[in-house]
């Protein structure tokens, strides 16, 4: 593939970036790499900020709209060398530097309100906030301590396009807390060299992102590497692990189907890796599991379920 709009030969040990520069609405399999990465290599990514108020006064208002065309921008598309179909794509999740405006932004009415019933009665509501010092400006009398995390993480479908509002099997648009700094996203892959997405970074986001546009949407940098290894023969949806607990995700409508997507597939995943039969796992997850919606407001809603590493048997 040919890349586009990088210099993909830089000065020897200098990290290489993906920029704003190009950004992608969509994913699919027929984007044209930006970047190409080795397994291991330490890259950054430079995250666009979603479109809002906050360019209502912006000197390049004109230019930004037109380049901001939709909602969740990936900074290009990552080729991972040597990444193929029958592998995991694992993403470890570095340092997130965040850039020092964000907002958020209620249209009136989401997922969180069904939209048959009209505008919620709250009303369309919008925030522009500063962030410094690791806080979130929200008022003169109160601030909020940053939670930085990666709203989209994804790689290439085999052979369909989805816009970056959308989550799948692929990862994409998934709105999970626990996506940032210490975290691994586990994805598997569907094309040679996976085509990594990401974007869509939030300086914090309570549960069900509620408001649609937030969390409070951010820029700013983020330090990723890569990892393959074989796919685990019960493997559909992505995983998330971290230094505590072991996750399971999947997006659907209604969200209990979600749920219940992502209890299966930590079932699956207690009995492949860590020796445990179905009806153990089940058991277990009935006294110690941990689960949530994530978020109530894309097309398809995102649920959790959570596992503290302290009730696993340790694996190599």
Known sequence: MTLVGFDQIGEEGEMQRATRDILYFETGPDNEPTLRVSPGEEFEVETQLNPGPWLDDHPEKAILQQKLRGGNPSSGCIYVEGAMSEHVL????????LDPVGFTNYWGSTGAMPGWMGLSGVG??????QIRDGKIIWSDTLELPVAPMLGVVGVAPASTRWS???AGQWGG??????VTS???????????GALLHIG???AIQGDGEICGAGGIE???????????SSKPKNMTWPRITNETHIITTAQAKPAEDAFRLALVEMILWLEEEYGFTRGEAYLLLGQVLEARCTQFVNPTFTYVCKVNRKYLPQIS
Request: aromatic share 4%; with cysteine; charged share 20%.
């Open 182 to 192: 210490g975290a691994t996203v586990h994805i598997p892959i569907f094309v040679p």
């Open 173 to 178: 648009n998934m709105d999970i807390q626990e």
């Open 164 to 166: 970056n509002i959308w």
């Open 200 to 202: 869509d970074m939030h």
């Open 90 to 97: 694992s993403v470890h999740i570095g340092e997130i530097d």
């Open 218 to 228: 951010a820029g700013g940098r983020v330090k990723i590497s890569c990892e393959l």
């Open 124 to 129: 369309a509501q919008q925030k522009v906030v």
